[in-house]
């Protein structure tokens, strides 16, 4: 998520969902940066970073409903600007 071009970080994003019920969570470490593998070769790197930085899981699953999928994306509409 880009604040600057969305108007709302991911954290507020993630706050917002967490007020209406919602679970969200930042995304998983990218394994080149977890302590164990410092000092280990990197190839590339810089995509799963930059998601790592700014990205949010959302709901997600087969047992969604269009109710649900819709819930979601209104409260995150809500916040940009």
Same mark, same amino acid.
């Given at each position: 998520?880009? !604040?600057?071009?969305?108007?709302?970080?991911?954290?507020? &994003?993630?706050?917002?969902?967490?007020?209406?019920? &919602?679970?969200?969570? !930042?995304?998983?470490? !990218?394994?080149?940066?977890? !302590?164990?593998?410092?000092?280990?070769?990197?190839?590339?790197?810089?995509?799963?970073?930059?998601?790592?930085?700014?990205?949010?899981?959302?709901?997600?699953?087969?047992?969604?409903?269009?109710?649900?999928?819709?819930?979601?994306?209104?409260?995150?509409?809500?916040?940009?600007?």
């Amino acid at each position: 998520m880009d !604040p600057a071009q969305f108007g709302a970080t991911r954290a507020a &994003i993630r706050l917002a969902l967490e007020r209406e019920d &919602i679970e969200s969570r !930042p995304l998983w470490k !990218p394994m080149h940066l977890q !302590p164990v593998f410092a000092g280990c070769e990197v190839v590339g790197g810089d995509v799963a970073a930059a998601l790592f930085q700014h990205g949010l899981c959302l709901p997600s699953g087969t047992a969604m409903s269009e109710a649900d999928l819709e819930r979601v994306a209104a409260v995150i509409q809500s916040l940009r600007r």
